[in-house]
């Protein structure tokens, strides 16, 4: 079974330049999390889609943080114009579903550093 | 912060010995779970405990949950070098499933 992907790996941009994240989750799984994860902390949820709908984006920044999930599938997530602040790591990760018990299985993340 | 504590921030052992890290949060929840992250495999699923567990066991793992203190600890038992990463609580609150992840214990396991 394949895992959660994401791209870029890595980003490198100046203050002010937008950039955006691209993740497809786990076949099947309903539910998609983006996270962001400053260095030295554990991830903050950003974002809860379950298929194309958002379930939680009350700490999505919105002034300057987009994300969608077009077709219920794969899922973008967009900052624009970034600031310094946000240099982090960010995560995306699938479940089967919104329910109880379920486990997320998390991608490698995308390393943004912002100059 | 929403995140929960975790302590110690930091732990270095030998390795055969026992790690044990503790994890407090501060909402009602439906469930814990324990989650590992080193720069190979990022982040990965350990073990889950219900709210309405008090100990749960997996290979060398062994979770405590006490929620009238709202708190949990890990316990590694007979650790290997490979056991060296970062390891974080994250708690799924009841009604809403919400993840909060704590701050994590760096795990260093010395050969």
């Known amino acids: 079974e394949a895992g959660v992907a994401q791209s870029p790996r890595y980003k490198i941009i100046e203050k002010r330049q937008s950039v955006a994240f691209w993740c497809n989750p786990i076949s099947g799984h309903a539910t998609l999390y983006w996270y962001q994860q400053i260095l030295g902390q554990g991830p903050k949820l950003l974002i809860q889609f379950q298929n194309n709908g958002v379930v939680d984006d009350s700490q999505l920044p919105k002034d300057r943080f987009s994300a969608e999930r077009l077709k219920g599938v794969d899922s973008t997530l967009k900052i624009q114009p970034a600031k310094l602040e946000d240099s982090a790591v960010y995560l995306c990760?699938?479940?089967?579903?919104?329910?109880?018990?379920?486990?997320?299985?998390f991608g490698p993340g995308t390393r943004l550093t912002v100059l | 912060s929403q995140q929960g504590e975790e302590d110690p921030q930091a732990l270095s052992i030998q390795e055969g010995e026992n790690a044990t890290m503790n994890c407090s949060y501060k909402?009602?929840?439906?469930?814990l779970q324990w989650y590992r992250q080193n720069s190979g495999r990022g982040l990965v699923h350990l073990i889950l405990i219900r709210s309405n567990e008090r100990e749960k066991h997996s290979g060398r793992l062994r979770v405590t949950l006490d929620t009238s203190k709202k708190s949990s600890s890990l316990l590694i038992t007979a650790s290997r070098a490979a056991d060296t990463a970062s390891y974080f609580c994250a708690t799924v609150t009841s009604g809403t499933y919400k993840y909060i992840f704590g701050t994590g214990t760096r795990l260093k396991v010395l050969a």
């Open positions: 909402t009602s929840i439906n469930n």
């Open positions: 990760a699938s479940s089967s579903t919104t329910g109880q018990y379920n486990e997320q299985f």
